[in-house]
């Protein structure tokens, strides 16, 4: 589930909490925070804002990273590798929501 209340967007895994705070650009998770870039911080928001929906790397491009893009781009797949390495950091699991669909796009589930 996601809530979003004001600047704070959280999403209830079956790992704990997940908060975006837009106003701070901090992410948290039990307490404990990482540091996301802006382009990362960005798309991870983008995602969880529209939880359960296939995005195409071409509207992460335009919606997140605001720029045109080949749909051939490996940007998007390099930011949201790291995305998930620095998600693993905090919880081992805490990754695996994130799914790739090849050729398609991405989606939280």
């Known amino acids: 589930m996601v809530k979003i209340n004001q600047d704070e967007l959280i999403f209830d895994t079956s790992r704990g909490q997940l908060i975006l705070n ?3 650009s901090d992410v ?11 382009s990362e911080f960005e798309i991870l928001y983008l995602l969880l ?3 359960s ?9 335009c ?6 893009s ?3 781009t490996r940007t998007v797949d390099t930011h949201l590798y790291n995305i998930k390495k620095k998600l ?18 991405y989606r939280i589930d």
């Open 88 to 105: 693993k950091l905090i919880n081992p699991d805490l990754d695996k929501f994130i799914r790739c669909y090849p050729g398609r796009g």
């Open 63 to 68: 919606r997140a990273l605001l720029y045109q």
């Open 28 to 38: 948290s998770h039990d307490n404990s925070s990482i540091y996301l870039t802006p």
């Open 70 to 72: 080949d749909l051939n």
């Open 53 to 61: 929906e296939l995005i195409s790397k071409q509207e992460i491009c």
């Open 22 to 24: 837009k106003m701070e």
């Open 49 to 51: 804002e529209n939880k």
